[in-house]
Each structure stands twice: as C-alpha cells, then as structure tokens.
C-alpha cells in the first residue's frame, strides 16, 4: 500500500559472527557488495558488520548469527522495514509505547491494552517493529527495556533495546518520567509526542496567535476567588477547571444566581454533585475539597450545543504520517450523558456523527459548511501553535465547542486522546487509521523515508 522496502530476516546458526549475509536481489537493490563494512541498527543497538553476498536462492533476505540476533534483540524470523543511508543500515523503525503497567494477565496495560495491541500487529504489516512498556523498566545502563510484545493472540514479555520512537501514552505529569524522558532523548530516542502541557500554559501559547483569537473562551488563572466573582458577574455562568487533568476530572460549573447567590455543579466517578453558597466566602469553603491546592482556570461558559440536557462537544482528531505533514483523521460529536457538565465519554458520554448533528442544529447547507471549515481550521492551525511553542508533535485530539449560534469554539487540546469515540460512530476504519498513523509518522522521525 505505502511501497516501503521490507526485508525478511533470519539467523544462521554456522553463518561467522559480525558477519551479515543478503540474498543476491535485496545486495543489488540496496547497492551493497561483499566486503563492505556496515554499521548495522537496530533501535538503539548499534555494530559494525561485514556484508557477505549468498547466491543460494531463498525467501529470506538477511541472514545474521544467532549471537548476533541476541545482540540486537531481534525477533526472527520476521519482517522488518529497512533503511540504508551511506553506511548505516537500519531495521525496523522500532517503536516503544510508554505506557502504564496493570497486574491483569491478559491486559498488562489495562484499557490501553487493546490499543497497544493494535499498534504492534498493524506494525507488523508496514515492516515497524513495536513493543509496550513502562517507563519503570528501562535499564539505561545496559540500554535495554523489559516490555511486552504480543503475537498468536497472546503477550509475551521481553528484552528489547531502546527504541527509535517513543509514542508517550502514560498517564499523568510525573517528575520521574520527565526525567526518563530527558535521558532516553540524551541516548537518541525521539518522542512522538513532548511532554503534557496544561490548560492555562495552552491558552496562553494559543492566545498569542491573532488568528485564533475569536475562537479562544475569555480564560484566567485564579490567583483568588474576587477573579472567579468577577468573571461569573460577567458572564453570567464559567467553568472552574484544573490547569493539570483530564476526562473531565475536577470540572466544576459556576453559575450566578439572581440574589447574589451562587449554584455549583460537579462530577466525581460519575456522581453529580451540585450546592449552593450565599457568597464568594461560603462558596469557597465549599469548593476547598474538591479544588484543594491545586491550580485552577476560570473560563467563561459557552452556550454549547444541547440534545435537550445533553451537552455537546467534538473531538477533531489530529494526526501526522510518514510525510510529517498534518491532516484531520476524523472527527466525532460527543454528547454527555444527561445532567452532565461535561461530554466525556468515560464519564457515559455517547459519540455521534458530526455531520448528523450539525444537520440537526443547522438545517442552513451554507452555515454548516461554514461551521466545518471553522472547525477543520481550528484544529489544524491550534495544533500548529503548540507545536511551534513546545516541539514537535505526532497527534492530538483537539476539542471543539459549537454555539447555538453556529460559532466556533476551541475548548482544550489532548496529547494523549482516546479512540473510542469512533467504534462508537461505527467508523471503524478511522480509528485503525488512527492506530496505523502514529507508527507511520515513526517512521519519518526515524529517517525511514
């Protein structure tokens, strides 16, 4: 489908140590002859071998010595992708997934499991070899990695070296793993995806672009609770949401009430709670345990589009390939479940079709197209900006709010998106592309190209 040039690769038990064999055809393609002296990778795993030519016909490409294949931590007989660059040869790429360890046998990642899984067997099909593991098993020393591959429906554990590529999927904004990140970037590893922003740090690098001005919600760090009163005399109504956090966690909707009251509402697994307080003091009494000392954003309230008392948002999916240029894999409504003030589908949210739903709000043909593009160039130039503020970027999920209006809102941008949303609008083959992208864009970071 793509046209990368694969290999097959296998051990030769008598074949003379350092020494790498290539079949006639694959020697002639990639301009190698015997005698030449190669530097030979394999993720991070790097040695000099001499090249020797076999003339014996046969459907294996490369041959290596089984010291050598334990050396390089290679899984043979398989098919690999292949890069030759002066005198470097290049297996794979290799691609780890970093990603949270769960005790469950047949799910050692837990949600993400299946997800993973999807990676390495669709990896397999493009010639990227990909493994899972968690930040917590890497031996920097020795540059080697205790992980997970999974093949005949089953996971395997393994030693595997350093990968080409790291696709971050691990939860949260631990110190420890930024400094794992750091070392693993010193011994050469690129990363999919730089480091978890958060929400006030995103609004400000994306309030600087004038382009993206009107589309941004009126936002502020609270430093104290006069600038939550001031905003919600404002507005009417915010949302008081954690600069660190996702899937909805710790939101809380702020309304002020006509006799200078106020009414709240919040979520915790899936609980609504809502109170009231008389003022800003009693309010933030009632607040302190949920908010904590945390920090926080107080942001005005879009009058989003409703199913009757079912919010609704969108999640744009954004994603590079192996041509390291950006494109919209696709996008989905998400509509909370009801009395929510949120959309999360872990928090019982349901995934509708944007089309259906823009068609349902909007009857207007040129109103909805003009919607779509507003949504199509938020996403893409919002993506941009972080990009151009924090290094590169392989994919994100952008969050997109629709007035009752017809306008166009960005509400938050997700470096770790989930794919649900689209089994859940029956498009199947978005969400394998959504698999299938991120190891393509692997390959371009990598230099397979």
């Given at each position: 489908?793509?046209?990368?040039?694969?290999?097959?690769?296998?051990?030769?038990?008598?074949?003379?140590?350092?020494?790498?064999?290539?079949?006639?055809?694959?020697?002639?393609?990639?301009?190698?002859?015997?005698?030449?002296?190669?530097?030979?990778?394999?993720?991070?795993?790097?040695?000099?071998?001499?090249?020797?030519?076999?003339?014996?016909?046969?459907?294996?490409?490369?041959?290596?010595?089984?010291?050598?294949?334990?050396?390089?931590?290679?899984?043979?007989?398989?098919?690999?992708?292949?890069?030759?660059?002066?005198?470097?040869?290049?297996?794979?790429?290799?691609?780890?997934?970093?990603?949270?360890?769960?005790?469950?046998?047949?799910?050692?990642?837990?949600?993400?499991?299946?997800?993973?899984?999807?990676?390495?067997?669709?990896?397999?099909?493009?010639?990227?070899?990909?493994?899972?593991?968690?930040?917590?098993?890497?031996?920097?020393?020795?540059?080697?990695?205790?992980?997970?591959?999974?093949?005949?429906?089953?996971?395997?554990?393994?030693?595997?070296?350093?990968?080409?590529?790291?696709?971050?999927?691990?939860?949260?904004?631990?110190?420890?793993?930024?400094?794992?990140?750091?070392?693993?970037?010193?011994?050469?590893?690129?990363?999919?995806?730089?480091?978890?922003?958060?929400?006030?740090?995103?609004y400000q690098i994306l309030s600087k672009n004038p382009m993206l001005l009107k589309y941004l919600p009126e936002t502020e760090l609270i430093n104290n609770f006069n600038q939550i009163n001031k905003m919600v005399k404002k507005h009417g109504a915010v949302y008081i949401k954690p600069v660190k956090g996702s899937q909805g966690r710790n939101?809380?909707?702020?309304?002020?009430?006509?006799?200078?009251?106020y009414e709240y509402k919040y979520e915790i697994n899936n609980h609504t709670t809502t109170g009231s307080a008389i003022d800003i003091h009693h309010l933030r009494r009632q607040l302190s345990?949920?908010?904590?000392?945390?920090?926080?954003?107080?942001?005005?309230?879009?009058?989003?589009?409703?199913?009757?008392?079912?919010?609704?948002?969108?999640?744009?999916?954004?994603?590079?390939?192996?041509?390291?240029?950006?494109?919209?894999?696709?996008?989905?409504?998400?509509?909370?479940?009801?009395?929510?003030?949120?959309?999360?589908?872990?928090?019982?949210?349901?995934?509708?079709?944007?089309?259906?739903?823009?068609?349902?709000?909007?009857?207007?043909?040129?109103?909805?197209?003009?919607?779509?593009?507003?949504?199509?160039?938020?996403?893409?130039?919002?993506?941009?900006?972080?990009?151009?503020?924090?290094?590169?970027?392989?994919?994100?999920?952008?969050?997109?709010?629709?007035?009752?209006?017809?306008?166009?809102?960005?509400?938050?941008?997700?470096?770790?998106?989930?794919?649900?949303?689209?089994?859940?609008?029956?498009?199947?083959?978005?969400?394998?592309?959504?698999?299938?992208?991120?190891?393509?864009?692997?390959?371009?970071?990598?230099?397979?190209?």
């Open positions: 489908m793509y046209g990368f040039t694969m290999v097959n690769v296998a051990a030769n038990p008598k074949g003379k140590e350092k020494i790498i064999q290539f079949d006639k055809k694959t020697a002639e393609k990639l301009k190698l002859k015997s005698g030449d002296e190669v530097l030979f990778c394999f993720g991070q795993q790097k040695s000099s071998l001499i090249v020797e030519i076999r003339n014996t016909k046969s459907n294996i490409n490369i041959f290596l010595t089984n010291k050598d294949i334990k050396y390089f931590k290679l899984i043979v007989p398989k098919k690999y992708g292949i890069n030759v660059k002066g005198n470097q040869i290049k297996l794979g790429p290799v691609v780890g997934v970093m990603a949270d360890l769960f005790k469950q046998k047949a799910k050692p990642f837990g949600p993400q499991s299946f997800f993973i899984k999807q990676m390495i067997t669709n990896g397999d099909n493009i010639g990227v070899f990909c493994f899972a593991f968690c930040p917590y098993n890497i031996n920097l020393d020795k540059k080697i990695i205790r992980g997970y591959t999974y093949k005949n429906n089953k996971w395997f554990k393994s030693t595997f070296p350093l990968p080409d590529v790291i696709f971050p999927r691990e939860r949260g904004y631990s110190h420890t793993n930024l400094k794992v990140r750091s070392k693993l970037e010193q011994l050469g590893c690129y990363f999919l995806n730089p480091p978890l922003i958060g929400k006030w740090e995103t939101i809380i909707r702020l309304r002020k009430k006509r006799n200078s009251s345990s949920i908010m904590g000392n945390k920090r926080f954003i107080v942001q005005k309230e879009i009058d989003l589009l409703r199913n009757r008392d079912h919010i609704i948002d969108l999640r744009i999916f954004v994603q590079k390939d192996h041509t390291g240029k950006w494109s919209i894999t696709g996008k989905a409504c998400r509509v909370g479940r009801l009395g929510s003030i949120t959309s999360n589908i872990s928090s019982g949210g349901k995934g509708y079709k944007v089309e259906s739903m823009l068609m349902r709000h909007f009857p207007d043909k040129e109103l909805r197209e003009k919607i779509l593009h507003d949504i199509n160039y938020v996403s893409i130039e919002s993506v941009k900006s972080l990009e151009r503020a924090i290094g590169k970027i392989g994919e994100m999920g952008v969050d997109i709010g629709v007035d009752k209006k017809g306008k166009v809102w960005f509400i938050e941008a997700n470096m770790r998106p989930a794919r649900h949303v689209f089994n859940l609008i029956g498009e199947t083959d978005t969400r394998l592309q959504s698999v299938i992208k991120p190891l393509l864009y692997s390959r371009y970071l990598a230099g397979f190209r």
